[in-house]
T-cell receptor, first 116, second 114 residues
Framework: NAGVTQTPKFRVLKTGQSMTLLCAQDMNHEYMYWYRQDPGMGLRLIHYSVGEGTTAKGEVPDGYNVSRLKKQNFLLGLESAAPSQTSVYFC???????????????FGPGTRLTVL | AQKVTQAQTEISVVEKEDVTLDCVYETRDTTYYLFWYKQPPSGELVFLIRRNSFDEQNEISGRYSWNFQKSTSSFNFTITASQVVDSAVYFCALINNQGGKLIFGQGTELSVKP
């Protein structure tokens, strides 16, 4: 099992460009999450999904959109990138056995995004 | 409000020393879950342990041990006989019973020198 994988690993964008980050998990998990990690800020939740076709906002959703068309994939989109979105992005998934989403979250390797 | 505090920003030890990483949390809930994650220099986040609020038994896994004390709202992590490969940033995190959002501490960067 690969667990949680993320594509790409690194990316450099210019302000105003768009891109999509792909997260895939092969653990048959129901729940998936996108976080960003910034120095001194820890990890903050951007969006999450409790199942195929459903998404919800997290702590810092502005400037991002997400889609979960297939259970195993969770996409994070930046429509018009800004320098403030320079960060390391982590995807995570959890089993969904807990209806309250308290299951252990397993993380992908991260995507390092720089917006110039 | 929920909060996780890791007061030690950086710790440096010499190989084979024991080291304890502190974690103090705040929550009003009686049911909650605590976690430790390791972030090595390669950048990924590796799950280490999960503990629920009703289980105060200490846990040992090889050189790693965890001490959970509800009375002091602490969930400390000890590495015995540290090794260079233990060098990483370690995060403590909390989920309450309303679920979903992992509340992370700021992380402790551990450097183990040969």
């Amino acid at each position: 099992n690969a667990g949680v994988t993320q594509t790409p690993k690194f990316r450099v964008l210019k302000t105003g460009q768009s891109m999509t980050l792909l997260c895939a998990q092969d653990m048959n998990h129901e729940y998936m999450y996108w976080y960003r990690q910034d120095p001194g800020m820890g990890l903050r939740l951007i969006h999450y999904s409790v199942g195929e076709g459903t998404t919800a906002k997290g702590e810092v959703p502005d400037g991002y959109n997400v889609s979960r068309l297939k259970k195993q994939n969770f996409l994070l989109g930046l429509e018009s990138a800004a320098p403030s979105q320079t960060s390391v992005y982590f995807c995570a998934s959890s089993s969904g056995r807990s209806a309250r989403r308290t299951d252990t979250q397993y993380f992908g390797p991260g995507t390092r995004l720089t917006v110039l | 409000a929920q909060k996780v505090t890791q007061a030690q920003t950086e710790i440096s030890v010499v190989e084979k020393e024991d080291v304890t990483l502190d974690c103090v949390y705040e929550t009003r809930d009686t049911t909650y879950y605590l976690f430790w994650y390791k972030q090595p220099p390669s950048g990924e986040l590796v799950f280490l342990i999960r503990r629920n609020s009703f289980d105060e038994q200490n846990e040992i896994s090889g050189r790693y041990s965890w001490n959970f004390q509800k009375s002091t709202s602490s969930f400390n992590f000890t590495i015995t006989a540290s090794q260079v490969v233990d060098s990483a940033v370690y995060f403590c995190a909390l989920i309450n019973n309303q679920g979903g959002k992992l509340i992370f501490g700021q992380g402790t960067e551990l450097s183990v020198k040969p």
